[in-house]
């Protein structure tokens, strides 16, 4: 027997992939909260990160390496978000069926070369240099409305931050 179209399209809402998903951005946002609370005025970069977000997605994830100098564990909670964006996006190709997802440049930019001699720091540095540009071309690259798509997503994320963070901060 055929069915007809509308029970057809109640298949498919009812379908797991058919509908909204918010793709767990409140748990996770908890989760990065919760597992940075505890470092001095850390959480206050949640608010930060909300503000970031215009300015792009490179800028967004360039920050954490302007942090490495000045604050590492502020650092880690950049870093820690985008890797949890990028597992969010991944997540949402696969719910997707690799149809319209993104994945999410994010590649290790530290040199793993000795820095033991001043030709070997020149070296290590420009290893990182290399690897930051490259990064940096691969985020540009991607095309633009999938560029929007994960603004959309990094924004409603660090909202979320913030609110746990405005329940957690101690």
């Known amino acids: 027997m055929v069915q007809d179209k509308s029970e057809e399209v109640q298949d498919k809402t ?6 909204f998903q918010p793709y767990k951005l409140d748990q996770y946002a908890q989760e990065l909260v919760l597992k ?14 909300r503000m970031a977000v215009a300015y792009g997605l490179e800028r967004f994830w360039g920050e954490h390496l302007r942090l490495k100098r000045e604050n590492k564990d502020k650092a880690q909670y950049w870093k820690d978000v985008w890797d949890k964006l990028a597992d969010i996006l991944k997540l949402a190709d696969i719910l997707n069926e690799g149809e319209g997802g993104i994945t999410l440049p ?8 000795p820095a033991r001699t001043r030709d070997e720091k020149q070296a290590k540095e420009q290893d990182e240099t290399d690897k930051i540009t490259a ?32 329940r957690y901060k101690l």
């Open 106 to 113: 994010n590649d290790d930019v530290t040199s793993h070369l």
């Open 14 to 19: 009812q379908d797991e992939n058919y509908h």
């Open 36 to 49: 940075h609370r505890h470092e001095d005025k850390v959480l206050n970069e949640s608010h930060k990160m």
């Open 135 to 166: 990064m940096a071309k691969k985020i540009w690259k991607i095309e633009l409305p999938k560029q929007r798509i994960a603004l959309m997503v990094l924004t409603q994320f660090c909202e979320a931050l913030v609110w746990w963070t405005q």
